[in-house]
């Protein structure tokens, strides 16, 4: 059985509901916020897929790890949502691989990470290790802005006491997006925006964007190298050529659609029941 399991009705979870009546699918569709383990997932079991589609991405890894616990394949895995939901072990992973990416520096005091911004040079960009929509991100250019940013997280709490710091890349106004199904690019869409911060829910322009073999292989590489079924990887363009940005493990597609007008919804439970 294919389940679909969600906490909020987004564009999203609506286009996999009527992909799957389009195809005459059996579903189990359930908002997951009035659901608790184990008692009303008694239909999930082994050799099931599930997609998890909590918009929380704390609910969505302990929604897949219990269904995993029961044999049933989750899109995405739980080790997948781990890894991309923490910036930091995404980079460490690219780095290993040899996936280009800006430069970053982790810091573990406010010393030392105005020491790693000044290391890269100025401007740098301040990003929480998890976290998405583009919140709380800081592009600094000074050392007075530094220790700002610095001191106002030292005040945050337990999980801004680790510094994450990537190299500011100058995008003339744009970046990329791919979403991925099964390690291959499903839409490719340009992000044009004024503001730093190319992100579709923050304003950002979106319109398809044609794949060329450089490209093509870099985001390959990326895939195989984070695993996952369902990815959505950002792109920059540099004068030495594409860098890795981000890689999100629950991606929003809506924007995709509209730049490109592929159903994505209907590639993902074409690709859902083929796991079935």
């Not at 890894?61 to 930091?88: F, M, Y």
């Not at 005040?155 to 970046?175: C, L, R, T, W």
């Not at 190298?225 to 990815?231: K, R």
Request: aromatic content about 8%.
């Amino acid at each position: 059985m294919l389940h679909i399991f969600y906490s909020r009705l987004r564009m999203e979870e609506k286009a996999l509901f009527r992909a799957c009546e389009a195809r005459a699918l059996k579903v189990d569709f359930r908002d997951a916020g009035g659901l608790s383990w184990p008692d009303d997932f008694a239909a999930a079991a082994a050799g099931d897929v599930a997609l998890c589609r909590c918009v929380s991405q704390t609910q969505n890894i302990a929604l897949t790890q219990l269904l995993e616990s029961r044999g049933v394949r989750v899109i995405n895995p739980s080790e997948t949502l781990l890894l991309c939901g923490d910036k930091i072990s995404t980079a460490a992973l690219l780095d290993r691989v040899g996936i280009p990416q800006p430069a970053w520096r982790v810091a573990l005091s406010s010393e030392s990470a105005v020491k790693a911004a000044e290391t890269l040079g100025y401007p740098v960009v301040f990003k929480p290790a998890s976290g998405s929509w583009g919140r709380l991100l800081a592009k600094v250019s000074d050392r007075e802005a530094c220790e700002a940013v610095v001191e106002h997280k030292d005040h945050m709490g337990p999980a801004h006491s680790v510094f994450f710091i990537q190299q500011y890349v100058e995008k003339n106004g744009f970046d990329l997006r791919a979403v991925m199904i099964g390690g291959k690019t499903a839409t490719l869409m340009k992000r044009s925006s004024d503001h730093w911060i190319t992100n579709t829910a923050r304003g950002a322009t979106p319109e398809p964007f044609a794949l060329e073999p450089e490209l093509e292989d870099l985001l390959n590489r990326t895939a195989k190298a984070i695993g996952g079924d369902f990815l959505a990887v950002d792109v920059f363009g540099t004068e030495s050529g594409w860098v890795i940005n981000e890689v999100n493990g629950q991606p929003e597609f809506h924007g995709s659609v509209a730049a490109t007008g592929i159903d994505v919804a209907g590639l993902m439970i074409d690709y859902a029941v083929g796991l079935l």
